[in-house]
């Protein structure tokens, strides 16, 4: 995306060549409730629309770039500016008193016709950011303003569109009628989704087409659409996406769906379609981790389950996929694993871990009585034992004596490399 240049700015520079002045970072065009005495055209910079409340509170209509028109909407409503105008970067401006833009509307078409499209797209603006109010949460609020920001001031890179404005996390928050710390966090996950990173100064995101991409898949496992999750994975694949990150993309789905289980808006059943939908997706997913090329030889043999009593399977899988992809003999031992199934399988295969997956609190429990069989059969020197699943702590690691616990199936890919190599290097801690 090369920085937007609307036929406006040309125009009006090609009009009033004489009116172009410079702004410094900071300069206030208008306040809110300043009668309007000129209009002003952005040529280059940045320009910042906001509205103040009786009581304070900054709301931000839009950082707006290149070709854009500032004034006009209010002179030819009421002569009242309705907002205040700030200079967030230098900027190059046309200032046109009211009478040469009154002359310039009713004789010169072109320039009349390009002035409604402005307002007209000023009005579709707004309309956006009042949908996006009501209907989406803070995250994808925040997405939202992110793309906008890309569109009007963004420079496609190698990688993503960076963000060619100086922001600060505050600016970020009036536009997305959050409070800073909100902001913050929200922008950590979306690092942490890989949707954005920083470089220098400046915030660079994910092309919009892979954002859209990778909303798509969250939605597709919010929704229980099975088909939407195949097709959408497919086509993350296709538009060059990391696998991790459409991996990622569809984990944020289903935190979506437990916070919506948890405040009692969806059913059990939702929750089995959102499985279903991710589990639609994985296999596709898996088809496309890049392979840990550098190493040639099996790392070493995991034995991986679920636990007794307990049918949650997405993490556990997850989790033998990656090991899969990064050279690890994986013996996936399914769900409702019982302690025995687990002896058996340490007589049968010699893996060098077994790993036990647990989901919810009661099965939790499940964890001791394999480490009590895996005592009694004499086997618990001879495998090393690593724990994990949403309802599985550090604590509960420590309790039975597990050699490694992680919360995240890169950790736990991680914590199994530590653990098979353990012998060649006995001082590598083990821990989590
Ligand atoms: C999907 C789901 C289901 C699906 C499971 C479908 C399937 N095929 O797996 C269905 C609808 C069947 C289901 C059923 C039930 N569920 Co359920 N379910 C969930 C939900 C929403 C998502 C689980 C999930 O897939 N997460 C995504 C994966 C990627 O995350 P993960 O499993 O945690 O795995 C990650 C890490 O933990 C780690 N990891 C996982 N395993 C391992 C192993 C090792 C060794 C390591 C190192 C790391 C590791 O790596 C993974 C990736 O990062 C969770 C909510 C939650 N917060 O987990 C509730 C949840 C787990 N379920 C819950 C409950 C209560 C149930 C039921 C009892 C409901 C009922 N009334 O019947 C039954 C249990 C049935 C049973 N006997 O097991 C509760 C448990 C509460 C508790 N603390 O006890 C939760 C937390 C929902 C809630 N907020 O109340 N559930």
């Not at 922008?187 to 949707?195: E, K, P, S």
Request: aromatic share 6%; proline share 3%.
């Amino acid at each position: 995306m090369s920085k937007n240049t609307l036929p406006l700015n040309n125009l009006a520079l090609h009009i009033w060549p004489e009116r172009k002045k410079f702004f410094p970072r900071g300069s206030v065009l208008y306040w809110q409730g300043d009668p309007v005495d000129q209009i002003y055209i952005l040529l280059d910079g940045a320009v910042k629309i906001s509205s103040i409340s009786p009581d304070g509170k900054v709301y931000s209509f839009g950082i707006h770039g290149a070709g854009r028109i500032f004034g006009a909407r209010s002179y030819l409503l009421d002569g009242e500016h309705e907002a205040v105008a700030e200079v967030l970067d230098r900027s190059a401006i046309i200032v046109v008193p009211l009478e040469e833009f009154e002359h310039a509307l009713t004789t010169n078409q072109a320039f009349s016709s390009i002035v409604m499209k402005e307002l007209a797209r000023e009005a579709s603006d707004v309309a956006g950011k009042a949908r996006d109010l009501s209907f989406l949460d803070v995250q994808q609020r925040l997405k939202h303003s992110l793309i906008r920001l890309a569109r009007e001031h963004g420079i496609r890179t190698e990688t993503g569109v960076m963000i060619d404005l100086d922001i600060t996390q505050d600016e970020i928050g009036t536009l997305v009628s959050a409070n800073r710390t909100t902001i913050a966090a929200c922008l950590r996950d979306l690092r942490t989704q890989g949707y954005l990173w920083k470089e220098g100064r400046r915030l660079v995101i994910i092309t919009p087409e892979h954002m859209d991409t990778l909303d798509g898949l969250t939605m597709a496992v919010v929704d229980g659409d099975d088909l939407g999750a195949e097709v959408l994975a497919s086509q993350a694949l296709d538009q060059g996406i990391d696998a991790l990150k459409a991996l990622e993309a569809l984990t944020a789905g289903m935190k979506e769906v437990d916070r919506a289980y948890s405040r009692g808006e969806i059913e059990l059943p939702d929750v089995v379609l959102a499985a279903s939908a991710m589990k639609q997706a994985l296999p596709i997913i898996e088809a496309n981790i890049e392979l840990d090329h550098i190493q040639e030889a099996v790392v070493g043999t995991v034995a991986i389950g679920t636990v007794f009593g307990d049918i949650h399977d997405i993490g556990k899988t997850i989790v033998a996929m990656l090991l899969r992809t990064r050279n690890f003999r994986v013996i996936d031992l399914g769900v409702n694993v019982s302690p025995d199934q687990f002896i058996q399988a340490i007589k049968e295969f010699n893996p060098d871990i077994i790993a036990l997956s647990a989901l919810t609190t009661a099965t939790s429990l499940e964890l001791d009585p394999v480490v009590k069989k895996l005592i009694q059969a004499g086997l618990r020197d001879h495998v090393r034992l690593m724990v994990g699943g949403g309802a599985v702590s550090e604590g509960d690691a420590r309790r039975i004596g597990a050699d490694g616990y992680h919360a995240t199936a890169q950790g736990a890919v991680e914590m199994a490399w530590r653990l098979c190599t353990w012998k060649d290097n006995p001082s590598t801690s083990i821990n989590a």
